[in-house]
């Protein structure tokens, strides 16, 4: 997977446009074979950074490092552009045959003859397009034409491949196969890739490194599970799914462990926290277990609560609950469950959750600060 | 009734006899507008690609002034251009007034700003994507511009057509500029309005069946190709 020199380097980037900062990225690194999810919100700064990084846009200030040499003054865009891809959320493929569109990057660099044709055929086999050889890009599918793009972005044997949101637009059939083979190509070609999504479920699909951005910044960089189970702050927990963040006021201190208040209740918590201290504290859905009866013999959950049910969500394949327990909180269930417990609105419920299912954000006013620190320091 | 008929009549004659006049007539004014709007063709799609590409202060004032061109009255590029290819005038020097070289002039004033402003509308209308696109495949500049043309290629088409089908057709600048000298710088229209003039309807109607039928036949094969069914 990933080896100590970094492909791409970039240190201090800034985008200004309209007199308004919209990417500031203090330092950042993708290495060789990585894939790298950044994921974020519509208008997180997903695309600047990527057309930033392909030296697509001109950043107001900041280095580009390709190989340990610096984009511009010591490398040029145009040579560097061309050891490397970009894939957009429209497939942009022009007005001609499959086959030319797999083969106009390497028409570009001026290559021709049988070069040319076996990496494009190689390319339209692995991404499933062979039969299309021959068909105008305009009476493709939307999954076939972002096959074809991709395709041609892999014929040109990037070092460095840039996907902006290249699924959003496909229905999820297509998305599925499509990703299942890009993992596969990804990993096979050991290329490294730049992944914007704003879907966290391809980011955990795809990455072995997510980077959570909002507002033109990079709020935490840490490999899926990092991200996942112990957000940096309230943003970026709610974007990786955490449904259930509380504000408390840490009462007690055992060791290991502390009792915070939360409105007018009490929540164990595993971790350490100063008393007095002001807390977040972060439960996933899928770690509170609902129940009709009052169950505290003999489950190991310390925080226990009642509650009426507010919501019932279809989440496809299983339902979202939410319930008041005098703060919100949030389950899924199965259907099965669902209608085992025969869950509907207004009526009361158990809600328990593990203290070690628990994590928690300290001195969340100060977060930003360290966040920076973190950041600065690496990944 | 009968005078269009006799026309009808007259215009069959003299295209099966392949009349000599007629001939000269309908050759010049094919090269006259073919090298006008060849003319038109390089300076407007480079200008119209130009002006889509790049963004500058003062772009909608320019977009507009091209617009108005498009509707330029062909009577007054006649004038402009007589005066300053006039003996006395700033380009009086190059002695091309009265001449098809004039006329090519004039009509290519025509025709330019038409086929810079579809090309200009051609090359906007393509993704704004794609130009970024092209550039992350790795393309110079140029071949970025090349192949932004390419992709405009069949709205590019209409561009030719208008340009051709604007120049082909007007009269007061060839008038004007050529002075419709006999079996030097008479082309379609001049002749046409000439024999108008002289109540020589039916020669007249067969010079405008002429000049309809050389429209569209030149439109057609510009249709044809426009309207192709694209590879499978």
Not at chain 1, 152 to 173: G, H, N, V
Not at chain 2, 138 to 158: C, D, F, N, S, Y
Request: charge should be positive; charged fraction near 20%.
């Amino acid at each position: 997977m990933s080896s100590d020199r970094p492909v791409l380097e970039t240190r201090d980037l800034r985008v200004v446009r309209g007199g308004v900062e919209v990417l500031d990225i203090s330092e950042f690194a993708v290495h060789e074979g990585e894939v790298v999810c950044v994921v974020g919100p519509n208008g997180a700064g997903k695309t600047t950074l990527l057309q930033a990084l392909c030296c697509l846009l001109r950043p107001s200030r900041g280095e580009i490092v390709f190989r340990g040499q610096r984009i511009e003054t010591e490398y040029p865009v145009l040579q560097y552009r061309r050891r490397v891809a970009m894939v957009f959320q429209e497939a942009l493929l022009f007005d001609s045959t499959v086959y030319n569109n797999v083969a106009s990057g390497l028409k570009l660099r001026g290559l021709h003859g049988s070069k040319v044709r076996e990496s494009v055929e190689e390319q339209m086999e692995r991404f499933g397009i062979a039969h299309l050889r021959d068909r105008s890009a305009r009476k493709l599918s939307g999954g076939e034409a972002q096959r074809t793009s991709l395709a041609r972005a892999f014929a040109i044997k990037p070092e460095i491949i840039f996907l902006d949101e290249p699924f959003a637009s496909l229905d999820q059939p297509s998305r599925e196969s499509l990703m299942d083979d890009l993992q596969r190509i990804l990993k096979r070609t050991n290329t490294a890739a730049f992944f914007a999504t704003h879907d966290r479920i391809e980011a955990l699909r795809l990455a072995n490194r997510i980077a959570v951005m909002d507002e033109g910044t990079i709020l935490q960089v840490g490999t899926p599970a990092e991200v996942m189970n112990h957000p940096a702050n309230e943003f970026v927990a709610s974007f990786v799914g955490v449904e259930t963040i509380l504000h408390g006021i840490v009462i007690e201190q055992n060791g290991g462990s502390f009792i915070a208040n939360v409105s007018t209740t009490r929540v164990e918590a595993v971790g350490d926290a100063n008393v007095g201290e002001h807390v977040l504290l972060c439960v996933r859905p899928e770690n509170v277990v609902l129940a009709t009866r009052r169950q505290d013999e003999g489950v190991s959950s310390r925080n226990v609560y009642q509650g009426k049910v507010k919501k019932v969500i279809p989440m496809g394949p299983y339902f979202k609950v939410q319930l008041d327990c005098g703060f919100p909180i949030t389950s899924y269930v199965t259907a099965h469950s669902l209608e085992g417990m025969s869950i509907q609105e207004g009526k009361t419920l158990t809600a328990s959750f593990k203290a070690t299912a628990v994590h928690v954000i300290r001195n969340p006013q100060s977060m930003e600060q360290s966040l920076d620190q973190s950041i600065n320091k690496g990944h | 009734m009968d005078l269009i008929f006799e026309g009808i009549k007259k215009a069959f004659w003299l295209l099966v006899t392949g009349d000599p006049e007629v001939m000269r007539i309908t050759f010049l004014s094919l090269k006259v507008s073919g090298s006008a709007t060849l003319i038109s063709l390089f300076l407007g799609i480079s200008a119209g690609t130009i002006v889509a590409l790049t963004s500058f202060p003062g772009k909608r004032i320019v977009v507009s002034i091209i617009n108005t061109g498009m509707a330029l009255p062909p009577v007054v590029v006649g004038l402009f251009v007589t005066v300053f290819l006039w003996r006395s005038g700033p380009l009086g020097f190059l002695e091309i007034l009265y001449t098809p070289t004039a006329m090519v002039v004039a009509q290519a004033v025509i025709a330019t700003p038409i086929v810079t402003g579809i090309s200009l509308a051609a090359m906007q209308q393509l993704p704004r994507k794609l130009r970024l696109q092209i550039l992350a495949l790795g393309a110079t500049r140029l071949q970025m511009v090349w192949i932004l043309i390419k992709e405009a290629r069949l709205p590019l088409l209409a561009a030719i057509m208008a340009g051709f089908g604007g120049v082909i057709s007007e009269v007061g600048a060839s008038i004007m500029v050529g002075g419709n000298i006999k079996g030097y710088s008479r082309v379609l229209t001049t002749a046409t309005v000439m024999e108008t003039s002289r109540g020589n309807f039916d020669v007249a109607i067969a010079l405008g069946i002429i000049l309809l039928l050389l429209a569209y036949l030149i439109n057609l094969v510009l249709t044809y190709i426009q309207q192709r069914e694209r590879p499978r």
